[in-house]
Each structure stands twice: as C-alpha cells, then as structure tokens.
C-alpha cells in the first residue's frame, strides 16, 4: 500500500503487489477534492517505481468496460488492451452473468 500526501493530509493511495512476474495494481484511491489536479498519476508512478525496484516489468490492471473515465485515465498512462481473457469463478455458489 503506498499513500500519496499533500502538505500532511492523505490524498492518494494504491494498492500494488507482484507475483514474481507480473505486477499488479488493485486499488487505486484519490480523495474526490483533490481529483483532476495530478495525485492519480503521481501516486501511479509510484507503484510503477515500487515494481521497478523489485524487478518486475510488467504491470497489469483491471477496469470495467463501462467505465470511461478509469478507462481513459490508464490509456493517457500508456496503458493498452490485453489480448488476455479473465476469466471466473463464485466460489459461494451463485451463477456468474455478464454484470458481476
């Protein structure tokens, strides 16, 4: 977990980890009054400079189709398409559908 700051006060933070090949972020968090004014990218680039450092070089991520804004901010990061599949599995046994 790496926290982004602004004179003290928590304005960012990500969640990101590595399986020993592939770098993954799992969260990403900027407080809403502080949106559009850089920390998205700042603390982003922290968590590329983390995996860096512990040799990873690939990083992955996984946002919903629907959501443009998310969307548009990986693609202006250089983020691409995957050409992989994901696929999944309810493990408390209800049925997967293309909305969960």
Not at 26 to 31: P, Q, S
Request: hydrophobic share 45%; net charge positive; proline share 2%.
């Amino acid at each position: 977990m790496l926290i982004g700051r602004d004179n003290g006060a928590i304005v960012a933070s990500v969640m990101v980890g590595h399986d020993g090949h592939r770098g993954w972020v799992y969260y990403v968090a900027v407080d809403p009054d502080c949106q559009k004014r850089g920390f998205g990218r700042v603390i982003m680039a922290a968590a590329e400079d983390w995996l860096r450092g512990a040799g990873i070089a690939k990083l992955q991520l996984l946002v919903r189709r629907e959501n443009a804004q998310a969307n548009a901010f990986y693609g202006s990061l250089g983020f691409e398409l995957s050409t992989s599949v994901m696929y999944q599995k309810w493990l408390d046994g209800r049925a997967t559908t293309p909305s969960n």
